[in-house]
């Protein structure tokens, strides 16, 4: 994901078998195959992209954006707004993402920024669930779990899911890798029924997912691409997709 500050570069990327998505609890989660070229495709971007030609986009294919709204507790993206908006004139579903800093400041803490900053959601049919990216610490790399250890992280990430649920209604979608997960949480499976998976892998298929999924919602399959910034994919059918958006 294309997850820190326009200097930064950009993370990781998937293939991914097909699967459906299902409402669960507020959220959709894929459950069965769907045929690979009915998925509909998306991207995420950050303030890295610069100003992107969204009808262009559109015309290639794309029908879902994530844009990065925030990191930690202070930065926003400058281009946030201008990017969001653009989306949605261009017809696109477009939804905010937070990239967590845990070694910052508490979950409740970067939650409410995220929401200060564009990570609200409605239920207008053209706005996707806030997601969390939570992957290695790009800034260090010798402490890919921010020095947090496992019962630290799944409070981390619990806390800012709570106050994204308290504000929205919706649990974070949780952008990530299965060795990340397993690794920085310990294998925590107390998320995988509430919150939809977004994964991330270098392999040529997602592989094992992160302990306490059974599906995938999204998948991101490439770091470039036809559109602009990271390669997306939703996991089922058109209509699901906006299932999804409005909860």
Same mark, same amino acid.
């Given at each position: 994901m294309a997850h820190a500050r326009p200097t930064a570069v950009a993370a990781s990327l998937v293939t991914a078998v097909a699967l459906v998505a299902a409402a669960l609890t507020g959220a959709a989660f894929a459950q069965r195959p769907a045929a690979a070229d009915s998925r509909p495709l998306g991207h995420d971007v950050s303030a890295y992209q610069k100003d992107i030609? +969204? #009808? @262009? @986009?559109? @015309?290639?294919? %794309?029908?879902?954006?994530?844009?990065k709204a925030t990191e930690s507790h202070t930065y926003r993206n400058p281009l946030f707004r201008g990017q969001y908006d653009g989306a949605r004139q261009a017809g696109l579903l477009r939804g905010a993402y937070h990239f967590a800093l845990p070694n910052a400041s508490t979950g409740g803490t970067q939650a409410r920024h995220f929401l200060r900053n564009g990570g609200r959601w409605t239920a207008d049919g053209r706005t996707l669930p806030p997601a969390l990216d939570i992957e290695p610490d790009p800034y260090h790399k010798g402490k890919p779990c921010y020095g947090l250890g496992r019962t630290a992280m799944s409070d981390w990430i619990r806390a800012f899911s709570d106050e994204v649920h308290r504000a929205t209604g919706r649990r974070p979608v949780i952008y990530t890798t299965t060795h990340w997960w397993n690794d920085c949480t310990g294998g925590d499976r107390s998320f995988g029924a509430?919150? #939809?998976? +977004?994964? %991330?892998?270098r392999q040529g298929s997602p592989g094992p997912l992160p302990a306490g999924w059974s599906a995938l919602s999204l998948w991101q399959y490439a770091t470039s691409g036809p559109l602009p910034g990271d390669q997306d994919r939703w996991q089922g059918s058109s209509a699901e997709l906006m299932k999804f958006a409005t909860g």
């Open positions: 030609d +969204w #009808p @262009a @986009a559109r @015309a290639k294919g %794309a029908r879902f954006v994530y844009v509430t919150h #939809p998976l +977004w994964l %991330a892998s």
